[in-house]
């Protein structure tokens, strides 16, 4: 069956560490991969989008960065955390019809 | 890009009773999708209706493409349909677009 997981589900990280966000699909090959974060009260916004290894698209300029180093693996970095990368991460994937979440990652920066 | 507005905000109701939630956009849409989010943040994938309506027990949706609108509704509203209630339109693919999300509707389904 086609899954995705994605770790770790809370994160507390003080602010100028690094921040790795891993997402990883089961049961397919070749997915269309995005990363979401959600604020606070807020809806949804893009961050990354993917369609082949290596290959990223960015939606709005920001602290972060995101990487494909294998067909089902979707990677969200920061060098620097920011107070402001605060927020609710969840990786997402278009199996047929539509978007399926993962799980989420719940980011503070303190 | 594509603006998509929802109603109400938030929304408080008795266990047993029947709610509307609607989405509006802004353009033009290939693909629409009503979202529950439930407390723990797990956004679960409700419908995927870019037109037309559809139903899944106590839930159904209508989408009016040419009037650039959605509407979710709950029957027989029960304490676990509480969370928060995302649509999201796309003009794309959606196996390789980008959806906007609205800011929800809270709903709170009080015993």
């Known amino acids: 069956s086609q899954t995705i997981h994605q770790w770790p589900a809370t994160l507390v990280q003080p602010v100028g560490s690094p921040l790795s966000l891993e997402c990883t699909v089961e049961g397919t090959s070749n997915p269309n991969l995005y990363w979401y974060r959600q604020a606070a009260g807020r809806g949804l916004q893009l961050l990354f989008y993917s369609v082949g290894i290596g290959q990223i698209s960015s939606e709005v300029p920001q602290n972060l960065s995101a990487s494909r180093p294998q067909d089902r693996q979707f990677i969200l970095s920061s060098k620097k955390l920011l107070l402001s990368d605060s927020g609710f991460y969840l990786c997402?994937?278009?199996?047929?019809?539509?978007?399926?979440f993962g799980s989420g990652t719940r980011l503070t920066v303190v | 890009g594509i603006q998509v507005e929802q109603s109400p905000p938030d929304l408080i109701l008795q266990e047993g009773a029947n709610s509307t939630l609607r989405c509006n956009f802004s353009d033009s849409v290939n693909n629409l999708q009503w979202f529950h989010q439930n407390p723990w943040g797990q956004l679960i994938n409700l419908f995927y209706i870019p037109s037309g309506t559809k139903q899944n027990g106590r839930l159904s949706a209508t989408t009016v493409a040419t009037e650039r609108y959605s509407l979710l509704y709950i029957s027989s509203s029960q304490t676990t349909d509480s969370g928060v209630y995302f649509c999201?339109?796309?003009?794309?693919?959606?196996?390789?677009?980008?959806?906007?999300f609205g800011d929800g509707t809270t709903l709170t389904v009080k015993p």
């Open positions: 999201a339109v796309g003009t794309g693919n959606t196996n390789a677009g980008k959806s906007t």
């Open positions: 997402a994937w278009t199996p047929y019809y539509g978007y399926t």
